[in-house]
Every structure is written in C-alpha cells, then in structure tokens.
C-alpha cells in the first residue's frame, strides 16, 4: 500500500486496531519506533521491524492452529516484546488477558482460568515457575516465553522462548484474518482490590476511538521521543501507546531506576504519566532549593511566590480559573495589572530559576499528560510556574480510558478538561439516579464509542455499571462547569462519613497536605469517628533538614526500623509531633473551602512507603486504601481511643 508520507493515515477507516500495522510502514517505516536502551543487548526496532516481527508472531499462533475469537493471557511488563506479542495477538483477532507477571499468583492464576485463555505468553521462566505446580493442571495449547530462554523440557506443556516462536512464523505468510469493529480485543482485569477482579471488555472499537481521538489532546510529530514508563498492559498506557504509535513517534522504555537520568539524556518531548511520578520530580527539584544556602532558598521562594501570583492573575483575566470561571470586567481589569506588573519579575525568575528546571526533565518537553488520579494543586501549579505544560485527563479502564481532558489552551487547574469527541458527561443524584443541574455536585455518568462492552462473564456487575441507555457508572463524584469542564471531587466509595453526618472527601485534603515538604506520602481516615485522622509517611531528609535548622541533629529511625528502634529515635519527640500538628493544620485551611471538620486531629508517622511491592499501591501508584486500612487497622484503632 502506498501513502503521502506527509499525511497522517486515516484511522477512521479501520475496523481492527492491528490494521494499523498495514499503514505504518508506509508513513514512517524507517522510523525508530520501539527502544530500549536498557536492555541487553540494547533494542531499536523501526516500525518497518516491529511491523514484521508481529506478523510473524501471529503467523507463528496460525501455524499453532490459533482461531480468530480465542484468548490469550499475556503476563509481561514493558518491552518491545509486549507490544510485539500485543499486538501479534490481536491481530490474529483473538483478545489477549493481560497483566504483570509481578502481580499475585493468586490473582494471575485466576485470570488465566476465569478468562478462558487457551494459551500463556509470559515474561520469562522465573514468572513462569511462580505459577507452578497449579499451572501444570491447565489445558493450555502451549507456553510462549518474551525471553530467549533455554526451555525445560519436562514442562507439561509445549513451552517455546521468544525466538523459537518467532522462527514458527517465519516459515510461512501471514494471512490476514477479517475482525469487526465489535470483536473483543483484549480483557483488562481491575486490581482486585475489593473481591475478585473484573475482566473489562473492550473491543476494536473501544480501543480504536483512542486512537483517532487523543489528538485533541497531544499533537506528536513523526519522530518525536516519547519516554514510557507506566505499565504497558494498563488501559491508560496502552491507548496513549497505541495512539503515539499511530503517530510515528519513537517510544522509549525506562523505569523508576533509571528514570530521572534518562530525562536529561534522552529529551523526551511528551511523556504519559501517573500523579505520583510528577510529585518525585517535584520533591526532586525541591530537594535541590533545600540544599541551597538561606539567601537562595529565600530567592527561589520569592520568585516561586510571585510567579504564583502571576499566573493566578492571568488566568483570570483569561477566564480561566476555577474560581473565577465568570470574572466580571472589574476583577479582569485587576488581573490585567496584577500580571503585567508581575510580569518583568516572572521573566527573571524564568531565567535565574525555571529555565533550569526545564534543562534539568531536558529542556525538550512539549507536553506532559498526568491522568490516573488526582494531581495536587501545588503540583498543577508548579509545573505551570516554571513553564512545562502539564496537562490532566480522566478516563477509567472501563472508557478505554480517556474521556475528558484539559487542552494546553484551556488548562485549567483543578479540572480534568473537556470531554473529547463521542463522548457524554452528566451528573446524577447518586440517591436516585435524575441528573443535576449545571454546577452540582453528583456522580459522574459516561456515554461515549470507548465505553467497554461489559464485564467479562459477570452480566450483574454489567447491568449494575451500564445502564439500558449506555451510560456507565463512574463511581467517582464530580461537577461540570459551564464550558463543559469536568471537575473530580472524590471516589464514591472513598468518601469518609464522620459521626455527625458529615461527608469528607480524602483525596483533596491528602492532596493539600502532601504540599508541606514533611510529608511524602498520606491517607486520612476516620469512617464514623468524630473527626479525622491520618498515616503519615514522613520524609525524613525533609525532617532531618529541619532540625539542622533548629540547631538539632535529629536521631530518627530507618525505613523499616522495628518499633523499639521507632521509640528510641526523635520521630515522636515533641518537637516533631508539633511540626507535623502545625504542617496538617496549616495545609489543611489553606486549601480553598475549608470546613472545621475537615481539621485532621490525630495522626500516626508510619516508615513503610505505600508502595507496589507491598501491595499498598496499584501498577499506577494509587494508594489501595483497603489494603492500607487493614493492615494498620490496630493502629487506626488505637488513633482514635488516646
């Protein structure tokens, strides 16, 4: 097939998401599109590469009597290989059953059986032995391993390793298998962290409404660098992978080891990102104000403070704060002072401050895209402040996942932006369903092409989600702004109800709090008690940084310093307990619509991180607060009978 390389191929027209690979070698062919520079040896695959070695990986399922409709588990994290294996799949028109080979055995197990997968491709042998000797009992055709392996042969099923497989295909053509726009092509399954997890549905055509319309969004150019990070197989991801792909950019593997390193090396122009990962790049930037002499800390602080006030004036003035949606013609005329007064000192903080935050993430950044939760204010606004454009979506596994996002010419803070085409917001009364007027608070409702299917083999959690109209239960609560801006306000399920009656949304004050440099991470708690209160992780550079300050050297505990050693240290001195009293209570009213109860009272300091490993937090760094409840729940306790 012959194409305009200039010219952007018709998504539109497609009825398969792997039809893509028909058109890309045209367009960008000799493009690098997959790299890993972290492997060994090191991976660089143009798109004319990745588009053979997929066909040869779905080639090799037909030689292996693979039929269009069956499914596929696939347990691996990111690599060209995933993608490759991806898409070999689908293109193949079955539906592959993904998630990390990382996750409980448990929870892989129980996928691999409850979604009738009849082959498992996996990430190596290590993963592979993890699920033995249970997986010896499934009747799968056969095993394919990402790696070049050897392969032990007393496996019970035919095992092949990456080459192997490929080498299958390549003894014969591949021919094209005919798939519907409403072919399941992959099960997502949700984290599980409330019972057994749900295998989302989507189709072709769930997964292709991304791709014809992130654009709205971002604007990539052919070769443009992308530096990937989040896990391939989550929805959030995968579409924005799909859709950078579809654009001819050059993706970039890296993780939390060598991330911060690879920003300045490799000069990513966009990046996909979760809130949490903005936060370590915020604390790391913070870090480097800290260590600097008293008179620079007040410099920075100073131009931070009245670059901060200049950017709220120009929104403004712009219309474009969520406090001031409708500025009346006096308060813009304010605002346009109040900026261009502040405008010459935003500028030379542009050049002593900003312009070296920018050089440091490598001062080639076109957009960032947070999405998978809330990103705190003081965040939002820092990025703005220093110039990189950090924009915010919304979407869920279940929409495929993106359903509204900010635009860089409408960012405003706070919001979660405008739906994107074929997409429908409304707010309902949670109690009884009516949709709300503009402005008021409710549960937010979806309608749109990327909404799932359904719930594989659950048609009552379908019918409980989706309703005889197509619209889907979000579980998240919200309002929507005159312009159509969605603004996330809490989880359903989350919202904690006090003793007096009162709901408190906890995501927004652990959103406040988490701006005192003292705190690394927090959930607040207090589900029918009188009034709030929090775990802390403290940061203890932060701490140990402040008692210098003090004229104190600090004895504070390890991470992972059992509970003598904990009581032996400072962390519960009284000076310390005051400083996070002050930091909780501070934060806390200065977050705009402050209410008394939402005053945390009591807190414990706690030194285990939430994290992946320790089952506190999802693939994309959200806190499980499930879990977190429940394996400190003597702790919570105890907090609230002192």
């Known amino acids: 097939m012959t194409m305009n390389k200039n010219v952007t191929p018709d998504y539109f027209s497609l009825n398969s998401l792997g039809e893509m690979w028909d058109l890309l070698p045209s367009y960008c062919g000799d493009i690098i599109a997959l790299s890993d520079p972290h492997s060994e040896p090191e991976v660089r695959l143009t798109y004319e590469d990745v588009a053979k070695t997929i066909k040869q990986f779905a080639s090799?399922?037909?030689?292996?009597?693979?039929?269009?409709?069956?499914?596929?588990?696939?347990?691996?994290?990111?690599?060209?290989?995933?993608?490759?294996?991806?898409?070999?799949?689908?293109?193949?028109?079955?539906?592959?059953?993904?998630?990390?080979?990382?996750?409980?055995?448990?929870?892989?197990?129980?996928i691999l059986e409850h979604s009738d997968s009849s082959v498992l491709v996996i990430q190596d042998v290590a993963s592979l032995e993890k699920l033995r000797p249970e997986l010896d009992d499934f009747s799968l055709k056969f095993v394919v391993l990402l790696s070049d392996e050897e392969v032990n042969r007393d496996y019970p099923h035919?095992?092949?390793?990456?080459?192997?497989?490929?080498?299958?295909?390549?003894?014969?053509?591949?021919?094209?298998?005919?798939?519907?726009k409403d072919t399941l092509a992959t099960l997502i399954y949700t984290s599980g962290t409330t019972g057994k997890p749900k295998g989302v549905m989507l189709s072709h055509r769930n997964l292709l409404h991304q791709v014809c319309h992130l654009d709205v969004i971002l604007q990539p150019k052919k070769g443009d660098r992308?530096?990937?990070?989040?896990?391939?197989?989550?929805?959030?991801?995968?579409?924005?992978?799909?859709?950078?792909?579809?654009?001819?950019?050059?993706?970039?593997?890296?993780?939390?080891?060598?991330?911060?390193?690879?920003?300045?090396?490799?000069?990513?122009?966009?990046?996909?990102?979760?809130?949490?990962?903005?936060?370590?790049?915020?604390?790391?930037?913070?870090?480097?104000?800290?260590?600097?002499?008293?008179?620079?800390?007040?410099?920075?602080?100073?131009?931070?403070?009245?670059?901060?006030?200049y950017i709220k004036a120009k929104r403004i003035k712009n219309g474009l704060d969520l406090e001031h949606?409708?500025?009346?013609?006096?308060?813009?005329?304010?605002?346009?002072?109040?900026?261009?007064?502040?405008?010459?000192?935003?500028?030379?903080?542009?050049?002593?401050?900003?312009?070296?935050?920018?050089?440091?993430?490598?001062?080639?950044i076109q957009t960032w895209v947070s999405g998978g939760g809330s990103l705190a204010k003081h965040i939002d606004n820092f990025f703005q402040i220093v110039g990189i454009p950090l924009i915010v979506g919304y979407g869920l596994t279940e929409t495929s996942?993106?359903?509204?996002?900010?635009?860089?010419?409408?960012?405003?803070?706070?919001?979660?932006?405008?739906?994107?085409?074929?997409?429908?917001?409304?707010?309902?009364?949670?109690?009884?369903?009516?949709?709300?007027?503009?402005?008021?608070?409710?549960?937010?409702?979806?309608?749109?092409?990327?909404?799932?299917?359904?719930?594989?083999?659950?048609?009552?959690?379908?019918?409980?989600?989706?309703?005889?109209?197509?619209?889907?239960?979000?579980?998240?609560?919200?309002?929507?702004t005159p312009d159509n801006d969605l603004v996330i306000t809490g989880r359903a399920k989350d919202t904690i109800v006090l003793s007096n009656g009162e709901n408190i949304e906890p995501q927004p004050l652990e959103d406040a709090c988490v701006r005192s440099p003292y705190i690394d991470q927090i959930m607040v708690v207090g589900q029918d008690q009188k009034y709030l209160g929090a775990l802390i992780v403290p940061n203890l550079e932060a701490?140990?940084?402040?008692?210098?300050?003090?004229?104190?050297?600090?004895?504070?505990?390890?991470?992972?310093?059992?509970?003598?050693?904990?009581?032996?240290?400072?962390?519960?001195?009284?000076?310390?307990?005051?400083?996070?009293?002050?930091?909780?209570?501070?934060?806390?009213?200065?977050?705009?619509?402050?209410?008394?109860?939402?005053?945390?009272?009591?807190f414990e300091l706690i030194l285990e991180p939430f994290s992946i490993d320790n089952g506190m937090m999802t693939q994309t760094l959200k806190i499980k607060r499930p879990v977190i409840t429940n394996h400190y729940q003597d702790m919570i306790n105890s907090m609230f009978t002192k």
């Open 60 to 110: 090799a399922l037909q030689s292996l009597d693979i039929k269009s409709g069956e499914k596929i588990a696939l347990f691996a994290d990111n690599s060209p290989r995933w993608l490759i294996a991806d898409q070999g799949i689908i293109i193949n028109g079955c539906a592959d059953a993904v998630r990390s080979p990382l996750a409980d055995r448990e929870e892989l197990l129980y």
């Open 158 to 180: 035919t095992t092949y390793n990456f080459s192997q497989f490929l080498q299958l295909g390549a003894q014969r053509p591949f021919i094209f298998v005919p798939v519907e």
């Open 226 to 309: 992308i530096l990937s990070i989040l896990p391939s197989w989550h929805s959030y991801e995968r579409a924005a992978e799909y859709f950078l792909l579809s654009r001819g950019t050059t993706l970039i593997y890296t993780n939390i080891r060598y991330f911060k390193q690879d920003l300045k090396k490799i000069k990513p122009h966009h990046m996909i990102g979760v809130p949490r990962l903005w936060e370590s790049i915020y604390e790391g930037v913070q870090k480097q104000f800290r260590d600097g002499s008293k008179t620079q800390q007040k410099l920075v602080n100073f131009f931070l403070a009245t670059s901060e006030k």
């Open 325 to 364: 949606l409708n500025p009346s013609s006096g308060q813009k005329l304010t605002a346009k002072i109040t900026s261009t007064l502040l405008l010459p000192v935003h500028k030379l903080g542009d050049k002593l401050i900003y312009t070296k935050v920018r050089e440091g993430v490598g001062g080639c």
């Open 401 to 480: 996942p993106v359903t509204n996002a900010r635009r860089i010419s409408r960012n405003i803070v706070g919001a979660s932006g405008q739906p994107i085409p074929e997409t429908e917001i409304k707010i309902v009364n949670p109690e009884t369903r009516e949709t709300l007027p503009q402005g008021e608070k409710g549960l937010v409702f979806i309608r749109g092409t990327q909404v799932m299917q359904g719930y594989y083999k659950n048609p009552e959690a379908t019918t409980k989600a989706i309703d005889e109209e197509g619209w889907f239960d979000s579980g998240d609560l919200g309002w929507v």
């Open 543 to 602: 701490l140990q940084k402040w008692g210098e300050e003090q004229n104190r050297i600090l004895n504070l505990p390890s991470v992972g310093a059992n509970r003598a050693e904990i009581e032996k240290s400072d962390l519960y001195s009284s000076g310390v307990l005051s400083l996070y009293k002050q930091e909780l209570a501070r934060e806390v009213k200065n977050r705009p619509g402050y209410r008394i109860d939402d005053r945390i009272s009591v």
